[in-house]
């Protein structure tokens, strides 16, 4: 009821599994067949209350399966554990596409915004605003910058490598996070193999900087598939990068 999805009848008390199904099933199908912007809604504030309503032991288990289900749906599950051992919860999307959601940063921003990267996350906003005025060659240009931020900062703050103070730094920075002919499993923190990262952190660099900011040289399609491998490309960095 307080997420939105009940009609607000009261509840039978004889079968709590059917109380909560069919408000579920319901919802479900409006999303389904009907795009419900305001079913969507509620479905996701119902997850966050069940997420902040489970008890200390449920907790592992039933987290990881949740979250790897919301992952396939294009959002991240963040927790907070507070003081009293209660959860607060967050439910953000994954994509920069718009979600059926109030207006909330993606969860890249957020991670962004925790490490201090404040300059990638800058230039990465004004690549998605530039995507929605469907200014689709300065959201190229935007990411590239974004990209190219995150890779010399995290070059810094993980390889030792040494920021000479100059623009366009990311060609040499690139290399300190990979190591060429590298063969798997890659280390957390360390340096990725060519042959597990290392080759895909390289290749999306060099598709970034083809179809740059010149009118004419990038379409809708060819703008979104850019944000989504350099959304995708900076989630897995940031995750690999961590320790």
């Not at 996701?44 to 209350?49: D, S």
Request: with cysteine.
């Amino acid at each position: 009821m307080i997420s939105g999805l009940s009609d607000g009848d009261p509840p039978r008390p004889d079968n709590k599994y059917e109380i909560v199904r069919k408000p579920l099933l319901i919802a479900r199908r409006a999303i389904q067949h009907a795009g419900e912007v305001e079913a969507h809604r509620d479905m996701l504030e119902f997850v966050r209350l069940l997420v902040e309503s489970l008890r200390p032991f449920d907790r592992t288990e039933k987290l990881t399966a949740l979250r790897e289900a919301l992952r396939s749906d294009g959002y991240e599950l963040q927790t907070e554990l507070n003081s009293d051992r209660s959860l607060t919860c967050r439910i953000l999307p994954s994509e920069p596409e718009a979600a059926p959601l109030a207006p909330e940063i993606t969860a890249l921003e957020a991670e962004l915004t925790a490490r201090g990267y404040t300059e990638a996350l800058g230039h990465y906003q004004l690549a998605v605003k530039h995507f929605a005025e469907q200014d689709h060659p300065s959201s190229n240009s935007q990411l590239r910058a974004a990209l190219e931020s995150l890779i010399v900062h995290l070059a810094i703050d993980h390889t030792g490598y040494v920021d000479n103070g100059k623009a366009n730094q990311g060609g040499l920075a690139i290399k300190t996070l990979y190591v060429r002919s590298g063969k798997p499993p890659a280390i957390l923190g360390q340096p990725l193999p060519e042959r597990d990262g290392g080759a895909m952190l390289q290749g999306i660099w060099d598709i970034s900087h083809s179809n740059g900011s010149h009118p004419g040289l990038s379409d809708a399609q060819e703008a979104r598939i850019r944000i989504q491998l350099i959304t995708g490309l900076a989630q897995f960095l940031l995750r690999h990068f961590l320790v």
